[in-house]
């Protein structure tokens, strides 16, 4: 069961010459941590081996990020994604994560590899990524398809796709 804890406004950096990475079977479920992930996220290796990944998941993160993410990777596709963590203590941290399917010799899906990197545009997180994490948030408030038409209608005003839009400044 995922701890309870209150989020605070502390923010703990992620060194930039480092990587945290995760492995996890289809269901989320944490099989592999490294020593950068552990030590930032504040949890053991053992509270974080067989624990969803979600244990740091920020209040803040939209719905609609997560509903993407998984869209991409279980169709066997590899995702980009800005992502606002949450410490054991309750600080937080943000990344720049890349998420890959793994796949058995036969091709089948058998886990995910979150690779995951400091941001390095903060102007870019700042000015539009948190703005438009914000808006998710509220248009999710009217349900998770609200949350994803506000994300299409974004992008289509913008004319750019996902990916476009994540590249462009990072």
């Known amino acids: 069961m995922r701890p309870k804890i209150e989020p605070k406004p502390i923010e703990k950096p992620v060194p930039s010459d480092k990587f945290l990475v995760s492995k996890t079977d289809t269901k989320g479920i944490i099989t592999y941590a490294n020593t950068v992930f552990i030590e930032i996220s504040g949890y053991t290796e053992d509270e974080l081996i067989g624990a969803n990944h979600n244990i740091v998941r920020h209040p803040d993160m939209p719905r609609t990020v997560f509903k993407l993410l998984w869209d991409t990777i279980q169709k066997g596709d ?3 994604a800005y992502v606002k963590n949450m410490a054991k203590d309750g600080s937080y941290y943000w990344v720049f994560a890349h998420v890959t399917p793994t796949f058995d010799s036969s091709g089948k ?3 995910y590899q979150s690779d995951r990197r400091p941001v390095r545009n903060r102007e870019f997180l700042n000015s539009v990524i948190i703005p438009l ?3 998710l948030k509220k248009e999710e408030q009217k349900g998770l ?3 994803m038409r506000k994300l299409e209608e974004t992008l289509s005003r913008i004319g750019m796709s ?7 400044n990072y």
């Open 109 to 111: 899906i058998i886990g």
């Open 133 to 135: 994490y914000q808006e």
């Open 145 to 147: 398809d609200a949350g």
């Open 162 to 168: 996902y990916e476009e839009f994540i590249f462009k």
């Open 78 to 80: 590899e995702i980009f």
